[in-house]
């Protein structure tokens, strides 16, 4: 295994679950920054490694091994494409630079033209619980963004039974990791600890990736509602962690434990705690798992309807990011779905 950009958290967390799997050997990771310092040096949760960050050509980093992650920012990776495209090892990208098929959204809320537009719509989403028969099959797979899968996953058994209509609510709280290991004015721990924010409302990257994934829910599902989602992403004093609650009218008639028992039935790291549990982040922190909960309001005379608030929490660095991009590696490998990342969250 191969990590292009190992020294972000990303990264971090990559190192962290590849050089311990116990299917697979980390060989190679490299940094424009750091380089031949080692591993551990610069993650200092790390015991020895015995590897060192590498600055070499992306090709030459793909040489002789099966996989490829690229840990790199938004709008990089991107860039890697045409070199990329000529390697037999498999790639996986944790950035947003692959996740959409439209161009133009990925114009409109990245800020930026993509280098290689014709790309987009040929790397499979990384998503197990909706993808993972073409994650298996995959040579290029794009993993989902931290929001997208917390939202998502609240979201996409409601999606397959076509009961997303007009606009859906969600709010969305994340720790400060998700910012990055570098810090800016509004990650500076000051001004972030003891504090809660908004920052980018109904213009967050990740909504038209969401959106696209819901779509493709309902189509599994033989479904075309119309819908869009107003997010409001909230930063939290804390460090992981997403907490994401989204409010959907349903009918009264709906069998809520019903339709998301069955659609989470075979999927190992979503804990489907129901109405009487609440998901919070101290739960699965540090884990891959996912838990996710729901509250329902009273029937509306008028409509039949009732409110749905369903509610999901993640550590945005492991299921939310380098953990979900393991996932979809065993998957492709064909090893077992949880190989090496199925260890318990921290508690507290």
Known sequence: MTIIGGTGYGGAELIRLLRWHPGVELVRVTSIDQVGEPLEAVHRNLPK?????????????????DVVFLALPHKVSATMAAELAGVSARVIDLSGDFRLRDKEAYRVYYGDVHP??????????????????????ARRVASPGCFATAIALGLLPLAQAGLLRGAIHTVAMTGSSGSGAYAQIGTHHPLRAGNLKTYKVLNHQHTPEIE?????????????????????????????????????????????????????????????????????VVAIKGSMYVDLSWTLGQVDPATGQRQLAVVTALDNLVKGGAGQAVQ????????????????PGLWP
Not at 49 to 65: C, K, M, S, W, Y
Not at 244 to 249: F, K, L, R
């Open 49 to 65: 490694t015995g590897l060192v960050f590498e600055n070499i050509p992306a090709a030459e980093a793909a040489r002789d091994v």
């Open 116 to 137: 290689h537009p014709e790309h987009l719509g040929t790397w499979v989403y990384g998503l197990p619980e909706l993808h993972k028969e073409a994650i298996r099959g």
């Open 212 to 280: 696209q994934t819901l779509r493709d829910a309902a189509s599994r599902g033989s479904q075309a509602p119309e819908f869009s989602l107003a997010f409001v992403p909230v930063s939290a004093p804390l460090v992981r962690g997403i907490l994401a609650t989204s409010i959907v009218p349903v009918p009264e008639s709906v069998d809520v434990k019903a339709l998301f028992g069955e659609f989470y039935r075979d999927a190992p790291f979503v804990r489907v705690l129901g109405s009487k549990v609440g998901a919070e």
């Open 328 to 343: 979809s590696m065993n998957l492709m490998l064909g090893l077992a779905e949880t190989l090496g990342i199925d260890a």
